[in-house]
T-cell receptor
Framework: AQKVTQAQTEISVVEKEDVTLDCVYE???????LFWYKQPPSGELVFLIR??????QNEISGRYSWNFQKSTSSFNFTITASQVVDSAVYFC?????????????FGQGTTLQVKP | KAGVTQTPRYLIKTRGQQVTLSCSPI?????VSWYQQTPGQGLQFLFE???????NKGNFPGRFSGRQFSNSRSEMNVSTLELGDSALYLC?????????????FGPGTRLTVL
């Protein structure tokens, strides 16, 4: 079965701290994609990154970085020097298709609160 | 390019009424998916449309229905509203029906059922 687990329900940090959001996935597919989305209080899900299963290179975009490790089926997201504007719910998702999940299998989300 | 748009943004209805939500995908995108988000259940897949055909449907009762038009715009309808239908309804579009496409989400419609 395909599944995404975000074990951290809520994380609270103080501004400028680094924070890592964990994501573990299960799939039998050999080719798949992993995604991270950010949902600020306004509600819109904002696409952050897409990574395919054959590319295990870490990616850095400004203060954001992603660590994809196929051996541990993890796709973790790190925010360096967090800011108040990073406060949001973050979702990890896996591509796939099943009758009741559609094209994206989402984790339960991690609520990140960055305090000034 | 304009993003995914959803109308209305906020809606208040009473039990027993019906509601129609609208979604306009990114220009050129032909696949539209709908999700319901509630605090207790998280993000749940409602249905997906591609080329005016419903490709699949999540585990929701028949009161939830949808359709897609030839210009790829989509609507979803909920009949006989229940209190538990209060949620954020998100629409997402992608270029094709491929599972590897990135889905881009709209701002959502927040439905409150009184």
């Amino acid at each position: 079965a395909q599944k995404v687990t975000q074990a951290q329900t809520e994380i609270s940090v103080v501004e400028k701290e680094d924070v890592t959001l964990d994501c573990v996935y299960e799939t039998r597919d050999t080719t798949y994609y992993l995604f991270w989305y950010k949902q600020p209080p306004s509600g819109e899900l904002v696409f952050l990154i897409r990574r395919n299963s054959f590319d295990e290179q870490n990616e850095i975009s400004g203060r954001y970085s992603w660590n994809f490790q196929k051996s541990t089926s993890s796709f973790n997201f790190t925010i360096t020097a967090s800011q108040v504007v990073d406060s949001a719910v973050y979702f990890c998702a896996l591509s796939g298709y099943s009758s009741n999940t559609g094209k994206l299998i989402f984790g339960q989300g991690t609520t990140l609160q960055v305090k000034p | 390019k304009a993003g995914v748009t959803q109308t209305p943004r906020y809606l208040i209805k009473t039990r027993g009424q019906q509601v129609t939500l609208s979604c306009s995908p990114i220009s050129g995108h032909r696949s539209v998916s709908w999700y319901q988000q509630t605090p207790g259940q998280g993000l749940q897949f409602l249905f997906e449309y591609f080329s005016e055909t419903q490709r699949n449907k999540g585990n929701f009762p028949g009161r939830f229905s949808g359709r897609q038009f030839s210009n790829s715009r989509s609507e979803m309808n909920v009949s006989t509203l229940e209190l538990g239908d209060s949620a954020l309804y998100l629409c997402a579009s992608s270029p094709s029906q491929s599972t590897t496409d990135t889905q881009y989400f709209g701002p959502g419609t927040r439905l409150t059922v009184l």
